[in-house]
């Protein structure tokens, strides 16, 4: 090889991982609205500095308290409300009024306009019921998911809870009129067998054609924008597991797992270690894939840690360019199962103190932040 043709060769490859790194990959919804596209490119950028940090139904109900306006646990421990906010759909297939947790889908609209108007951002899963036996999403007969596609005895079912999914996602919007960018994270830890779209309960083929089916069915057949498509797993150990029923890079925008510590606070370093490892997997397919990755659902069931967000949280994601990490429901004291049910701090929790610290470290991001980040803009 010649001097020249090898400089040309260098500068090649510099360009190359330059422009890899660099500019993010369109969405899988060619069509998404221009404030979903925007929000995507922003957390682009901002994915080595800033994670958002987030709480499952945060505005709804916390430790003690439901309903209470403009409340938040978050807020209660740190002034102001979480960046990030978690929704369930679960409810809306059966036209429930309410979700699986009671939160009305009604007030559940609202608190999501409300957090588009002030920058935040929502995303929302579904633990859609069993559509093949009208069972809760736990019920994990085999072949569910076969007989919800195309040509399945149950394929029309599927298609009407759908069309209410996607009368759902067009009906927010913003007080500017537009359409609220939504993190859509269906068929969540779908590398689990707890839920009847689990690996155990269809193969990676017919995993596959349903999340392309369901992405074509609502941002084709119904025209719904403002979806950025978060795919989501429960465990695996190496790239090739978290991808054996990734629906290919036309179709996911985030690549994302769930993982909570269990057990006595000593299990806080194996939690740290095996998410790290996790995460790094997840920072490698996303360089090449020019994707983000997150933490969408963590947290340890009443944080008995009290320095468990920067002595085993933080150091779990620090490493990687993750763009935000969801806690789970507050949802306090559960009379039915006597047991203590909560993932975030709440006001007088023996954890606040490192809470306030790990939200001030310059990285992680709340409410007030998230607002003036300009997100959608
Ligand atoms: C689980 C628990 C349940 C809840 C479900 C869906 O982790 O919090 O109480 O119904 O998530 O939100």
């Known amino acids: 090889m010649s001097r020249l043709t090898m400089v ?17 990959q369109q969405l899988a919804d060619k069509q998404a609205s221009t404030e979903t596209k925007k929000l995507y490119k922003n957390l682009f950028k901002l994915r080595e500095t800033k994670i958002l940090f987030g709480h499952q139904d945060a505005l709804a109900y916390g430790f003690g308290w439901k309903y209470d306006a403009d409340r938040s646990d978050i807020k209660d421990v740190a ?27 009604e007030k559940m609209k609202k608190f999501i306009r409300d957090v588009y ?28 998911v076969g007989m919800i596609l195309p040509g399945g005895a149950k394929h029309q079912l599927y298609k009407q809870w759908l069309d209410k ?33 689990g690996k155990r309960e269809c193969s990676p083929q017919e995993m596959k054609r349903l999340w392309v089916f ?6 084709r057949r119904h025209q719904v924008h403002n979806l950025i498509y978060v795919f989501n797993t429960a465990d695996f150990s ?22 909570y510590q269990f057990g006595p606070k000593e299990n806080g370093v194996g939690f740290r270690k095996e998410t790290e490892s996790k995460m790094n997997i997840l920072a490698g397919l996303a360089k090449t894939k020019r994707k983000l990755i997150a933490l969408a659902e963590t947290g340890y069931e009443t944080i008995p840690d009290p320095d468990w967000w920067t002595g085993v949280l933080y150091p779990s994601i620090s490493n990687q360019p993750v763009s935000y990490v969801l806690v789970w429901r507050n949802a306090g004291y559960r009379p039915h199962s006597k047991d203590y049910h909560y993932y975030a701090p709440y006001r007088g929790h023996g954890s606040a103190p490192d809470f306030l610290k ?12 998230a607002g003036s980040l300009n997100l959608y803009k």
């Open 8 to 24: 040309k060769w260098v500068y090649a490859v510099l360009a190359l991982s330059v422009c890899q790194t660099a500019v993010a």
């Open 79 to 105: 002034g102001e409300h979480p960046a990030l906010y978690g929704w369930d759909i679960a409810g809306l297939e059966n036209d429930s009024p309410v979700n699986l947790d009671s939160v009305p889908f």
């Open 117 to 144: 108007d002030r920058g935040g951002v929502n995303t929302i899963s579904w633990h859609l019921d069993n559509p093949v036996n009208g069972k809760s999403a736990w019920d994990t007969i085999p072949g569910s």
């Open 165 to 197: 999914v996607a009368l759902f996602m067009k009906d927010l919007k913003g007080s500017d009129g537009k359409l609220v960018p939504i993190l859509f994270r269906p068929f969540h830890e779908l590398t689990g067998s707890w839920f009847w779209w």
């Open 214 to 219: 369901t992405l074509d069915y609502l941002s």
């Open 238 to 259: 190496s790239s090739q597991e978290f991808l054996e029923r990734y629906p290919g890079d036309e179709y996911a925008d985030i690549l994302s797992f769930d993982t």
């Open 358 to 369: 790990f939200t001030k470290n310059g990285r992680i991001v709340l409410g007030k932040e």
